[in-house]
């Protein structure tokens, strides 16, 4: 068994597009549009198989809250890098691109390397090797 996909719902789906592709390598599928119910989407698929959804809909209020702040649902999205310097010098364009970095590039207690930073909607991605 496998998780098949991620889904993010979002407010501006092609920013949140564009992110994944620029910095994580993704390729869309076309836009599926629904109009009868105001609903939009993309499929990524990433180099590994894995694929994340994004979604948007008209009638999605918008979420509340700090992102920095834990609550229930979507904690991240991690994504594996294939060395400790990779990490660094996506976290380091990403932050140069005006994306905020909440945590790192730093080894975690239980022996990880990581940082985490928020993509345009404001979700935790983790960046790690």
């Known amino acids: 068994m496998r998780i ?11 920013a949140l597009r564009a992110f994944y592709e620029t910095y994580f390598c993704a390729k869309s599928s076309a836009k599926y549009v629904n109009k009868a ?14 694929r994340l959804e994004l979604m ?4 999605l209020p918008g979420s509340p809250g700090d ?12 994504f594996s890098v294939d060395s400790e310097a990779r990490v660094d010098a996506l976290t380091l364009a990403l932050d ?9 590039p730093r080894r975690t207690g239980d022996g990880h390397y990581e940082s ?14």
Do not use: M
């Open 4 to 14: 098949e996909h991620a889904a993010i719902w979002c407010r501006d789906l092609e």
């Open 37 to 50: 119910k105001g609903f939009e989407s993309y499929f990524l698929r990433f180099d590994s198989g894995a």
């Open 56 to 59: 948007r809909i008209q009638s």
């Open 67 to 78: 992102p920095c702040v834990p609550s229930i649902g979507l904690a991240h999205l991690a």
């Open 96 to 104: 140069r691109a005006g994306h905020r970095v909440l945590r790192g």
């Open 116 to 129: 985490v930073i928020l993509d345009p909607e404001n979700n935790c991605i983790e960046i790690t090797v």
